[in-house]
């Protein structure tokens, strides 16, 4: 079946530690996004990226790093400087970005230890 | 940016009632979409109404959009327990983002 595989489900996450969420289609989809999702709130665009070895970033990017060396995988790097990491963070694909729907993951949820 | 806005933040209904959430936005839009996520799960896209249009409908959703107004609205009828979940609007204009709104939070009660 087609669709967006993200892992881990869960992700805990010590001081000052690195850590990468997977994200991977077999939709043949060109565009790839992050976004981040806290209690309550909406989606928060991350990154996205239009095309293989091409990315943009998004309203949030500070302390987030990506690559897109494959169309088929969008990993998000959350780096140290990224002060606040808890959240559920949600990995999308699409054909023509704003223009046509968007098809989504099931999320990771990272947390503090 | 988020440019929706959605309301009400939440709606408890019994079964078989409608549901029914609104979306306002701020600039000029391609299109206007709206999503469902169950608790601790990724969205589920819902439907897509293009700006020349003015409603749509996909079995028991309807869904308005009035653009002298920047505004939307999500119509469930005949609600069931199993719509219970976050419904958020998210526009669409000329280049690669959607923005979303914060969302409604549905309740059915049996």
């Known amino acids: 079946d087609g669709g967006i595989t993200q892992s881990p489900k869960y992700l805990f996450r010590k001081e000052g530690q690195n850590v990468t969420l997977s994200c991977e289609q077999n939709?043949?989809?060109?565009?790839m996004y992050w976004y981040r999702q806290d209690p309550g709130q909406g989606l928060r665009l991350i990154y996205y990226?239009?095309?293989?070895?091409?990315?943009q970033k998004g309203d949030i990017a500070e302390g987030y790093s990506v690559s897109r060396e494959k169309k088929e995988s969008f990993p998000l790097t959350v780096t140290s400087a990224q002060k606040n990491p808890t959240a559920f963070y949600l990995c999308?694909?699409?054909?023509?970005?704003?223009?046509?729907?968007?098809?989504f993951g099931d999320g990771t949820r990272l947390s503090i230890l | 940016s988020q440019q929706g806005e959605e309301d009400p933040q939440a709606l408890s209904i019994q079964e078989g009632e409608n549901a029914t959430m609104n979306c306002s936005y701020k600039?000029?839009?391609?299109?206007l979409q709206w999503y469902r996520q169950n608790s601790g799960r990724g969205l589920v896209h819902l439907i897509l109404?293009?700006?020349?249009?003015r409603e749509k409908h996909s079995g028991r959703l309807r869904v308005t959009l009035d653009t002298s107004k920047k505004s939307s609205s999500l119509l469930i009828t005949a609600s069931r327990a199993a719509d219970t979940a976050s419904y958020f609007c998210?526009?669409?204009?000329?280049?690669?983002?959607?923005?979303f709104g914060a969302g409604t939070t549905v309740t059915v009660r049996a």
């Open positions: 999308a694909s699409g054909l023509e970005g704003g223009k046509l729907p968007q098809h």
């Open positions: 939709l043949n989809h060109d565009a």
């Open positions: 990226s239009q095309i293989v070895n091409d990315f």
């Open positions: 600039t000029s839009i391609n299109n």
């Open positions: 109404i293009r700006s020349n249009e």
């Open positions: 998210a526009t669409g204009a000329n280049d690669y983002k959607l923005s």
